[in-house]
C-alpha cells in the first residue's frame, strides 16, 4: 500500500499539477490531461490514479465532491486544497532538483 | 479526510464500496466512449477486487474495520448457541451486577470521600480502653470540656471540630399539636467554615455563633430538608420553631451535596454546640469529635498531645469520683486515644456494617470467579469445536494476534451483555439493601449516587473478567497448528486438563460461599430463637412525650383512660421498653460495702408491667401505687446471683451509689428477661417503681392488645391519649416485635444475601460441572461406544466419566475448607454463639456440594450409558 518510489511521486505530482491548471476534473478527465499535455508520451495507469487520487485526498492535498453531468451521471471531481498547493510547489521544487542532478550526471560522463 | 470520518466510514463500508464502484464505473464508460476496446479497458484496472481494497483501506481504519468484523461475526455466534450464551451472560450479569452493587454500597458507605474541603486531612477520635464487660472495647463518644480543651491544645496544628451523635428531635413549627421529628445534630460553629462549605440560601452559622452557653439560638438546616420538608422555599429564612424549651430561627440553608458527617444518616437540622444543654458536662459524652490537619503537621505528635490532654482532664474528674470501684477508675486512665482516617465520615451504620458489607463483597466476588470460570469453560469448549474452523483460518493466512482478536471479541462481547444486564441489577440493588438495614423509626439513608466512580468500577471490573475468562481461550485458540486439527487428531487431554482445574477451583470458591452462608444462617437462626423472657405477642408501644413534664400521677390517669379501650387488655408504663437499645446502669453497695463490679442495670416501670410483659414473678410481689422511687425494687435472678450468691434477698436493702447512696428494699425477684440487647449476657437488672418524687416527660406506655393484631388499635390509642390528658401526645408507635426484630436486622441481611449469593454459587457451580461432564463425553463418545461395544457394563462407563471430575470435586472441597478455616477469623465477631469448627457447619457445605455434583453428572451419565455404539462409530 505505501509504495513512494520516484514514478508513485511523479504520479502524484502530474495529479496536482494538472488540478492546479484544471480544478473541478473527475478522475478520466485527469488522465487524459496527462496524457494530451505530455503528447502521449505519459500515460496513467488506471489501477493507480484512484488509490492515488483516494490516497491523496486522504493525505488532505485534494477535496473531492460528487457532481450530476450534463449526461444526468454522477461524477466525483477534484481540487486542491491548501496544503494540495504548498505540497505541488514542494514537489515541483524536488522534481527539478533530481532532473538537474540527473542532467548534471549524464552531462559528465 | 480526517481520522473520525474514517473511523465512521468503517459503519458505512457499504456505501463507501459503492461510491468507489461508481466512480470505476463512470471511468470504464468514459473510456469506451472514447472508443477504447471494453474488454481492454475493463483489464487496465487490474482485478477489480483488489483496486477495491485499496481504495478502501486509505478511507477507513483497517484495524477498527477489522474490529468491527469479529464483532458482527461474535454477535452472529452468540445467537447461534443462544441457550448456553444466554446461560453465560446471566450468569455474569448475576455476578457482575451484585459486585457492582456491593461496591456501591462499600463506595457510599466507607470510601467516598464527604464533600467538603480537606476531606483527605480528616481524622477523628476514639478512646480504646476495656468496658464495662471487662472485654477491649472503643467509643468516640467525647463530652464538651474535654473538646474545648484539646482544641486550644492543638491550635496551629489541626482544628478540631465536635458533633454531636444525631438524634431525631421534636420541633414544632406552629402550635404543639404538630410536632415533628427531624435529624438534629450540634456541631461546632467552626464547622461550615472549616468545611469551606457556602451556603445555598441565608448564611451558615460561625465560630461567633458557638462562644456562650445558650446564647445563640440559630439553626441550619440541610439542603435535603430545604426540599423535602419546604419545598425550596427561600422564606424559609428567618422562620422559628421550638425545640425543647428554646425557639430557634433558621438562619441559612447548607450547600446540597452535604448531608452532615454521619454517614447513613441525612441530618436535617444543625444547630450550634453551645445550645445543648450538657455544654458545659464533663460526664456526658456525646460528641465525636473530628480532626483537620493543617497541610504538613505530622499526626503522630498531635495524638500524643491530645492524649495527653485528655488524661489530665481525665485524672482531674477521677478525684471527684468517691463512689466507684478503683480498679474501674484506673481502666479509665489506661484508655489509649487513636487517630482514625475519617475522610469518608464517622458513623455507628459505618461501625455496625463495614465489616458485614466487606464479608458480602467478598462472597460476592467468588461468586464473580465462579462465574468467570463457568464462562471459560463454556469458551474452551466452543474453542475445541472451532478447532478446524481455527486451523482454517489460520491456513489461509489469519495472524496469531487476529485470531486472539476474534475470541477476545466474542468474550467481550460476553462481558459487555452481562454489564448492561447487571448495570441494571446493581442499579436496584443496592438501595434495596440499605432499606433492609431499617431499625423500626431509623432507617438508613445512604446517599448512592451512580458516578463515575462506580461507572469506573463497573467498567474496569467489566473488562477484568473479560481477560480472565477470555484471555486462556484465546490464546489457546490461537496456538491451534492447523495440520493437526484439520485431521481432527488434536490432544484433547490438554484442554480438558485446564477443564477441570477449574471446576476444582469453582468447587473450593462454592464451599467456601456455602460455609460462610451456613454460619451466617446459623448465627441469624440462633440470634433470632434466643429466649428474651418475655412475652411480645400483641404489646404495642406508645412512646409518649409532654410538652411539659408531668407528675406520675398525671400518667396513671393516662393508663386508666387508655384500659377502657375496648380490645385492650393490659396497660402499663416503663421509662424505656425492653430490648429498644437504652439502658441505665450504676455501681451498688450491697451490704453498706464499698461499691464493687460489675454494674447494675435499671428500669423504672408501674405496677402491672411484669404481668403485661409476662415476666414471671418467682417470690414476693409486684410494685402498688404507692410504691415510689427511691424505696422499693425488684430484681431479676442474676441480680441474686450476682450480688447475693443465690440467696434469696427480699427484704434486703441495696444502694445505688451514683451521684449519691440512695437504698432499695427488694420487695420481690422475677426471672431473668433480656434488658437492651440479644447479643451481650444477661445482666443483673433491678426493676424500680415508675413513681418518683419529680415530674416526668418522656416514658412509654406499654398496650398488650386482645385481638390478634394489635396495630389495629393504633389509631385510636393515638386519638385516645391526649384526651385524656391534654399535654400528652404519642410521639412514635412501634411493637415490641419490632424492637427485636430491629436486634437482628444485621443478622438477618447477612443471612438472607449469603444464602441467596450461596444457591447462586451452588447453581453457578453445578451448570458448570454438567457441563464439562456432557463436554467430556461428547469428546470421548467414540470410546465409550467401542467399550460399550465389547461389553463393558453401564457402572463402568458411569464411573469412566465421572472418574477425574469426581477427584476434582474433592479437591476442590478441601481446599475450600482450608480457605474456610483459615478466613472465617476475620468475620468472627459477625457470628452469635457459632463455631466456625462445629463440624455441622463443615459436614451441611460438604453434603450440598456433594448432592450438586451428583445432580450435575446425571444428566451426563445417562448420556454416556445410552450412547448406541453403532451410530457413534459409524457417524465418525
Partial sequence: MSKSDSLQGSLDLLVLKILSRRPRSHGYAIMSAIKDSSADVLSAEEGSLYPALHRMEEAGWVRSEWIRKDSGRRARIYELTAAGKKQLAQEQERWQTVTSAVNRVLRTV | ?876
Fill in chain 2, 1 to 876: 479526510m480526517s481520522l473520525w470520518s474514517r473511523i465512521a466510514n468503517v459503519f458505512r463500508a457499504d456505501r463507501l464500496n459503492r461510491e468507489i464502484e461508481e466512480e470505476l464505473q463512470l471511468h470504464i464508460e468514459e473510456a469506451i466512449e472514447q472508443g477504447r476496446d471494453p474488454v481492454e479497458a475493463r483489464r487496465a484496472f487490474g482485478s477489480a477486487l483488489r483496486q477495491r481494497e485499496e481504495s478502501r483501506d486509505v478511507r477507513l481504519v483497517a484495524w477498527i474495520d477489522s474490529l468491527r468484523a469479529d464483532a458482527v461475526f461474535g454477535l452472529r455466534r452468540l445467537r447461534k448457541t443462544k441457550v448456553t450464551s444466554a446461560a453465560a451472560i446471566l450468569s455474569l450479569a448475576l455476578a457482575i451486577g451484585s459486585c457492582t452493587a456491593a461496591f456501591r454500597l462499600i463506595d457510599a458507605l466507607l470510601l467516598r470521600p464527604l464533600p467538603v474541603a480537606h476531606a483527605d486531612q480528616l481524622y477523628s477520635l476514639a478512646h480504646h480502653g476495656t468496658g464495662f464487660d471487662g472485654k477491649p472495647s472503643t467509643y468516640d463518644s467525647w463530652s464538651a470540656p474535654v473538646l474545648r480543651l484539646m482544641r486550644d491544645a492543638a491550635k496551629g496544628q489541626a482544628e478540631l471540630i465536635g458533633v454531636s451523635i444525631s438524634s431525631r428531635a421534636e420541633l414544632t413549627y406552629a402550635s404543639d399539636q404538630e410536632m415533628e421529628r427531624a435529624y438534629l445534630q450540634y456541631v461546632s460553629g467552626s464547622m461550615f467554615d472549616a468545611f469551606g462549605l457556602p451556603p445555598a440560601a441565608g448564611r451558615l452559622f460561625t465560630e461567633n455563633d458557638d462562644l456562650q452557653p445558650g446564647a445563640n439560638p440559630v439553626a441550619v438546616i440541610s439542603y435535603d430538608y430545604w426540599e423535602r420538608r419546604f419545598g425550596r422555599d427561600p422564606k424559609v429564612i428567618g422562620r422559628t420553631f421550638h425545640l425543647g424549651n428554646d425557639i430557634f430561627q433558621i438562619v441559612g440553608v447548607g450547600p446540597e451535596p452535604f448531608t452532615g458527617t454521619e454517614t447513613g444518616t441525612v441530618i436535617d437540622v444543625f444547630v450550634p454546640l453551645m445550645m445543648n444543654g450538657s455544654i458545659l458536662r464533663g460526664d456526658s459524652t456525646w460528641l465525636r469529635t473530628l480532626v483537620i490537619m493543617n497541610p504538613g503537621v505530622p499526626i503522630e505528635p498531635l495524638r500524643q498531645k491530645l492524649a495527653a490532654v485528655s488524661l489530665a482532664f481525665e485524672t482531674e474528674r477521677a478525684k471527684g469520683f468517691t463512689d466507684m470501684p478503683q480498679g474501674k477508675i484506673n481502666i479509665l486512665l489506661k484508655e489509649e486515644i487513636s487517630m482514625d482516617r475519617a475522610s469518608a465520615g464517622s458513623s455507628n451504620l459505618q461501625k455496625d456494617y463495614s465489616r458485614s458489607l466487606i464479608a458480602l463483597g467478598t462472597l460476592v466476588a467468588l461468586v464473580l470467579l465462579i462465574a468467570c470460570a463457568n464462562v471459560a469453560n463454556l469458551m474452551t469448549a466452543q474453542a475445541a469445536s472451532r478447532a478446524r474452523e481455527m486451523a482454517l483460518r489460520v491456513s489461509i493466512g489469519a495472524g496469531r494476534w487476529r485470531l486472539v482478536q476474534l475470541v477476545l471479541v466474542e468474550s467481550a462481547w460476553i462481558g459487555a451483555l452481562a454489564a448492561a444486564i447487571g448495570a441494571a441489577f446493581a442499579w436496584w440493588a443496592a438501595p434495596l439493601v440499605v432499606r433492609m438495614i431499617n431499625p423500626p423509626d431509623n432507617p438508613a439513608r445512604l446517599a448512592l449516587p451512580a458516578d463515575w466512580r462506580v461507572l469506573g468500577f463497573a467498567a474496569a471490573l467489566t473488562l477484568g473478567v473479560t481477560f480472565l475468562f477470555g484471555l486462556v481461550p484465546a490464546l489457546r485458540a490461537s496456538s491451534v497448528k492447523p495440520a493437526s486439527a484439520l485431521k481432527g487428531g488434536e490432544d484433547p487431554h490438554s484442554r480438558r486438563r485446564l477443564m477441570h482445574a477449574l471446576i476444582a477451583v469453582q468447587v473450593a470458591f462454592c464451599f467456601l460461599v456455602l460455609f460462610v452462608a451456613g454460619l451466617f444462617v446459623a448465627s441469624f437462626d440462633r440470634l433470632s430463637h434466643q429466649p428474651v423472657g418475655f412475652s411480645a405477642d400483641r404489646v404495642l408501644l406508645l412512646d409518649t412525650t409532654t410538652a411539659h413534664a408531668q407528675p406520675a400521677s398525671a400518667w396513671n390517669e393516662v393508663v386508666d383512660r387508655l384500659r377502657a379501650v375496648p380490645g385492650v387488655e393490659t396497660v402499663a408504663l416503663s421509662e424505656w421498653p425492653l430490648l429498644s437499645g437504652v439502658g441505665r446502669n450504676n455501681y451498688l453497695s450491697i451490704h453498706g460495702e464499698p461499691p464493687k463490679d460489675p454494674l447494675c442495670f435499671f428500669l423504672s416501670v408501674s405496677p402491672g408491667f411484669l404481668d403485661a410483659m409476662k415476666i414471671p414473678l418467682l417470690d414476693g410481689r409486684d410494685f402498688r401505687l404507692n410504691d415510689v422511687d427511691p424505696g422499693a425494687a425488684i430484681v431479676n435472678e442474676t441480680f441474686v446471683k450476682t450480688y447475693y450468691n443465690g440467696e434469696n434477698p427480699i427484704g434486703k436493702t441495696f444502694y445505688r451509689t451514683y451521684p449519691k447512696r440512695v437504698p432499695a428494699l427488694i420487695v420481690g425477684i422475677v426471672r431473668d428477661a433480656r434488658y437492651r440487647s440479644l447479643r451481650e449476657s444477661m445482666l443483673p437488672v433491678a426493676y424500680i417503681p415508675f413513681s418518683r418524687n419529680d415530674a416526668i416527660r418522656n416514658a412509654t406506655i406499654l398496650v398488650r392488645a386482645a385481638g390478634a393484631n394489635p396495630l389495629s388499635l393504633a389509631s385510636i390509642l393515638r386519638q385516645e391519649v391526649p384526651r385524656a390528658r391534654s399535654e400528652f401526645r404519642v410521639r412514635n408507635l412501634r411493637t415490641q416485635q419490632e424492637l427485636i426484630d430491629a436486634q437482628t436486622v444485621r443478622e438477618r441481611l447477612l443471612a438472607m444475601l449469603a444464602l441467596f449469593f450461596a444457591s447462586v454459587a451452588l447453581l453457578l457451580a453445578g451448570i458448570g460441572l454438567s457441563g464439562v461432564l456432557n463436554y467430556s463425553v461428547l469428546q470421548r463418545r467414540r470410546e465409550i461406544g467401542i467399550r460399550l461395544a465389547i461389553g463393558a457394563p453401564a457402572a463402568a462407563i458411569a464411573r469412566l466419566v465421572t472418574m477425574d471430575v469426581s477427584a476434582m470435586v474433592v479437591a476442590g472441597a478441601v481446599a475450600g475448607l482450608a480457605l474456610g478455616t483459615v478466613s472465617v477469623r476475620y468475620i468472627e465477631t459477625l457470628f452469635y454463639q457459632i463455631k466456625a469448627t462445629d463440624l455441622r457447619m463443615l459436614a451441611l457445605p460438604a453434603l450440598a456440594v456433594f448432592l450438586a455434583a451428583l445432580a450435575a453428572a446425571l444428566p451426563a451419565v445417562m448420556r454416556a450409558v445410552s450412547i448406541d455404539p453403532v451410530d457413534t462409530l459409524r457417524s465418525e
